[in-house]
């Protein structure tokens, strides 16, 4: 791990920039204090009492995503492969989040399930619940290290601190947030740090452009450095995949990255569906996955784009990218690029942007994990039958257990160069083998319980099986790759394996299962007409959907 002494990544922070962002801390810390006056059941502290509107909901949906994956990954990522990194948005998220609002949020919502265990439980069975439960609530918390670890990173810049202090002073303030005010805090805080986020980013993006002479002087300098204009096109992205044949990168790109993992994110990952989970209206719920869209297409502008202007203007990250001696990683990229082009008083509202990225995506983590945790196996299998306010106290109690592990999966996720790649492999392991699960029992009725969770260990084992392949130099492929392959072996034997035990397996009378399959489900209940204050073309979820795909095709198509 890069230390702040070792190399010069401490930022050179003034008053004014402390005092902006200790403002910042005071703001989230009230906003907790303000939203713990509606809890007063589980329901509230656990799913915001299913009050929120579209507007906060999607906010909040995409802010929960803008943690280290975007900004220390993304930035990691677009310093390193170039403009292919666009691929994590445009095909590996835009698609993905329209058929969680248009298909499966019906069935979501619709059958009342307070997480995705406890819709298994309905389609599937007990077991199935429970053993997705264990997988997500330990996703949840090793990706919640990842935030963490990136938070801890940032302080270590900003003041000098070792990872040691820096870590659980950093779990602290998101701790106190979420204890107070539950989902609640957490949604409103969201949707302040996307601003906030923006805040940072945008500055960030024209002082950088500034310094290198514009798109078109980023442009000659990406390609007469080591990657070359390939860096600059987004197909076939070879840069990303690191696979040579133009062909199986594609391929690569599109079914690794593009269905299974993608899909297997967006779809299913409770940290996302949560917030989706906790708006006041089918409606709203449809909407929230597709007003996040807009933002997530327009991102890479601001995320991207730096990273490559840290690729070309910041001398660690050249010498990295030529691969000469130095001492820094990509993931330093971002807190480098900030020290080379803001000034003070910017560079505060910078930091906290950093903050706020870094603490939304850690409360999604935590926010979720206390509701799997309390509702799926707390209440549904450990201390069933009590009441409601035993199970808030758990759900508090949980929270501060939460965050304690998180820091010591901060120092897991402190080994790895690059955040993104680790991510991935993560995703490999638990969002696809339950992407396959859950599509398949979402649109087949013959597949069984007892299929259900015996393909989703057996995906998971194929993915965690690939991943030591490639660590161990078995399979000649970098980490990048090896998530795709991972993803996709994972998929595709928790397909094979739930069709063939579902052969031999006695399946669930149709009559269970009338609003958990889609041909069991009537047009009417999976379309959910809009009215009064939900009605409107322009609140209409297909008419948002079919705009955010567009908006994608054209951004694709500049990028080209």
């Known amino acids: 791990m890069i230390l702040a002494q070792q190399t010069d990544l401490r930022l050179d922070a003034n008053a004014l920039d402390y005092v902006l962002v200790a403002f910042y801390f005071l703001l989230v810390l009230g906003i907790g204090y303000a939203a713990r006056r509606s809890v007063s059941s589980s329901l509230d502290f656990l799913l915001s009492g299913r009050s929120m509107p579209a507007w906060v909901t999607g906010l909040a949906f995409i802010s929960a995503n803008l943690g280290a994956l975007e900004l220390i990954g993304m930035v990691a990522n677009g310093a390193q492969y170039g403009i292919p990194t ?99 805090a957490a949604i409103y805080s969201e949707v302040l740090q996307f601003f906030v986020i923006l805040a940072l980013l945008i500055p960030l993006t024209i002082a950088g452009l500034s310094r290198v002479g514009g798109w078109d002087g980023l442009k000659a300098a990406v390609t007469a450095g080591p990657g070359g204009a390939e860096e600059l096109s ?94 820094v990683e990509y993931n330093n ?7 080379e082009v803001l000034p003070n008083g910017i560079l505060g509202v910078a930091i906290a942007g950093l903050l706020a990225a870094f603490m939304a995506g850690m409360a999604a983590n935590i926010s979720s994990f206390n509701t799997v945790f309390t509702y ?27 965050c304690v592990i998180a820091i010591g999966t901060a120092f897991i996720a402190s080994g790895s160069g690059n955040i993104m790649d680790y ?31 015996i393909g989703l260990l057996s995906g998971t084992a194929a993915a965690v099986a690939v991943n030591v392949l490639v660590t161990t130099g078995v399979l000649p492929l970098s980490s990048q790759a090896g998530s795709f392959v991972g993803a996709s072996a994972a998929f595709v034997v928790g397909v094979v394996v739930a069709v063939a035990v579902s052969m031999v397996s006695t399946p669930r009378p149709a009559a269970e299962l009338t609003g958990l399959v889609w041909s069991l ?40």
């Open 423 to 453: 991510l991935q492999s993560l995703f490999s392991f638990f969002n696809a083998p339950l992407f396959a699960i859950f599509i398949l029992g979402l649109f087949w009725r013959r597949m069984t319980g007892t299929s259900a969770w």
């Open 376 to 402: 799926d196996i707390w209440q549904d299998w450990v201390r069933p039958g009590k009441s409601d306010k035993y199970y808030l106290q758990v759900g508090r109690w949980i929270t501060v257990i939460g």
């Open 86 to 184: 666009v691929h994590y948005y445009w095909i590996g998220a835009i698609p993905a989040m329209v058929f969680l609002a248009l298909v499966m949020m019906p069935f979501y919502y619709g059958s009342k399930a307070r997480s995705v265990p406890e819709f298994l439980f309905k389609r599937f069975n007990r077991t199935t619940q429970r053993v997705q439960a264990v997988i997500f609530a330990l996703s949840a918390v090793l990706i919640a290290g990842v935030n963490l670890f990136s938070l801890g990173l940032l302080l270590e810049a900003l003041l000098g601190w070792s990872l040691a202090l820096a870590i659980p002073i950093a779990a602290l303030i998101v701790l106190a947030y979420i204890t107070l005010g539950g989902l609640s």
């Open 234 to 327: 987004s197909w076939p992205g070879t840069t990303l995949t690191e696979i040579m044949n133009p062909t199986l990168s594609v391929i690569g790109i599109v079914f690794g990255l593009g269905f299974v993992l993608s899909f297997g994110y967006w779809t299913t990952n409770f940290a996302e569906v949560q917030r989706a989970l906790s708006a006041k209206s089918m409606s709203a719920a449809k909407r929230t996955p597709l007003i996040g869209a807009y933002p997530k297409a327009l991102l890479p502008l601001v995320i991207i784009i730096p990273g490559m202007i840290a690729g070309v203007l910041v001398p660690q990250i050249v010498t990295l990218k030529a691969g000469g001696t130095t001492d």
């Open 333 to 339: 990229a971002l807190s480098l690029l900030m020290k």
């Open 521 to 560: 489900t009537s047009k009417e209940e999976r379309t959910h007409e809009t009215h009064g204050e939900d009605s409107g073309w322009y609140r209409s979820p297909v008419t948002l959907g079919i705009g955010v795909l567009v908006l994608t095709a054209i951004l694709y198509i500049l990028f080209w």
